[in-house]
């Protein structure tokens, strides 16, 4: 099946620790992104690639960083740099910007 | 950068009635619209689109009106069912930068409750 993935749904990290999210989408896409989302909020963007090896910072990128070394792989780290880390995470791609974009079903990042 | 909002946060319809749910973006320069419909814990699916050139699509049961003038979006859903019940995004795709670096920008949400 064509789609894209996130792993993994939940995640639990000890404060001070980097904690890398997995997104993987095989359909081809050029553009990825990578959004929070806290409870009863909309979605923030934190990243997003028009193409492979390139990306910008979206609108709360501090404490976050991206790579884009493939086309189907959009991986975030949370670093500990991020002050308040626990939140739900979304990766989504489309074919190119302006265009329909595609959500992974999230992860749950829980800081104990 | 320049936001979009929500007129309303909650919404309540009765089963059968049809929805409204309002959208207001701040950037002309905005040319793509999505409606996302994201249900508890899951991901936003999509539901409808459309483009700045256009001020009416429709879909299955769901209609998208555009309004540039007021820079105003809204999602029309017939009939409405239990099954509707979701948190619904709009979303607008603009260069904010101004180097044709296009976001796509949500708003807060609204949650439509529908009762049976």
């Known amino acids: 099946d064509g789609g894209i993935t996130q792993s993994p749904k939940y995640l639990f990290r000890k404060e001070g620790q980097n904690v890398t999210l997995s997104c993987e989408q095989n359909?081809?896409?050029?553009?990825m992104y990578w959004y929070r989302q806290d409870p009863g909020q909309g979605l923030r963007l934190i990243y997003y690639?028009?193409?492979?090896?390139?990306?910008q910072k979206g609108d709360i990128a501090e404490g976050y960083s991206v790579s884009r070394e493939k086309k189907e792989s959009f991986p975030l780290t949370v670093t500990s740099a991020q002050k308040n880390p626990t939140a739900f995470y979304l990766c989504a791609s489309s074919y190119r910007v302006s265009t329909e974009a595609f959500f992974g079903q999230g992860t749950r990042l829980t800081v104990v | 950068g320049e936001s979009v909002g929500l007129h309303l946060p909650t919404l309540s319809v009765q089963e059968g009635d049809n929805s409204i749910i309002n959208c207001a973006y701040s950037n002309s320069a905005s040319d793509y619209f999505i409606w996302y419909k994201q249900e508890s814990g899951k991901g936003p699916q999509f539901i409808i689109d459309?483009?700045?050139?256009?001020d009416k699509r429709q879909g299955q049961r769901v209609t998208v009106l555009l309004n540039k003038t007021v820079k105003h979006l809204s999602l029309q859903i017939a009939a409405t069912q239990p099954g509707d019940s979701a948190v619904y995004f709009c979303?607008?795709?603009?260069?904010?930068?101004?180097?044709?670096?296009?976001?796509?920008?949500f708003g807060k949400g609204t949650k439509l409750s529908v009762i049976p």
């Open positions: 459309i483009r700045s050139n256009m």
């Open positions: 690639s028009q193409i492979v090896n390139d990306f």
């Open positions: 359909l081809n896409h050029d553009a």
């Open positions: 979303a607008e795709n603009a260069d904010y930068s101004g180097a044709g670096s296009y976001q796509l920008t």
